[in-house]
């Protein structure tokens, strides 16, 4: 190896080390700002089990104190999200505001008697307790029917709200009335 490679060498190194350490600052700077992006207010509602209730919270975590209640179908204003949790405006609680899990809370409005569609799969579809399908609470084998109440997106793609519970999309077929 002649002293130009080793050069070109040292500098390939150098611009990479360099990129490396400039992003690790800048997610250093970023979590110790707290920097978060702007959202606009949404309107969301509530979806859970007909006749269930959610808690609001005070902070966004489990943990915290409870200050108030929702139920299927109650209309929120969201404005902020952070970490799988919405703060929730326009409540009837005492504060008027708390942290709700973005797993109950839907984009679109439940429908008041849900249209019927027919589940379609190989096998067994799993049926989910919330949008972002983190706990699986029982399954459906193909051809059952389900009502579905309302859509939401999350991270694993389109869900639909049912009265088993949280599917998704690709596993549903509506039928013709």
Request: a positive charge.
């Amino acid at each position: 190896m002649n002293r130009r490679d080793i050069i070109w060498k040292g500098i390939k190194v150098g611009i990479i080390v360099g990129f490396i350490a400039a992003m690790i600052l800048y997610g250093a700077l970023v979590l110790l700002s707290g920097a978060e992006a702007e959202e606009r207010p949404w309107t969301g509602w509530i979806v859970c089990t007909e006749g269930g209730e959610i808690n609001v919270r005070e902070k966004a975590t489990t943990s915290s104190a409870t200050v108030g209640r929702l139920y299927f179908g109650d209309q929120v204003t969201v404005t902020k999200t952070v970490k799988g949790w919405c703060w929730c405006t326009n409540l009837s609680t005492d504060l008027g505001a708390g942290w709700v899990s973005a797993a109950f809370v839907a984009a679109s409005e439940p429908t008041a008697d849900g249209e019927r569609y027919t589940v379609v799969a190989k096998g067994r579809v799993a049926v989910y307790d919330g949008i972002h399908g983190r706990k699986r609470v029982m399954w459906i084998q193909p051809g059952e029917t389900v009502r579905v109440w309302c859509w939401a997106m999350s991270d694993k793609g389109l869900m639909a709200y049912t009265d088993r519970g949280f599917i998704r999309e690709a596993y549903l077929y509506e039928q013709n009335q």
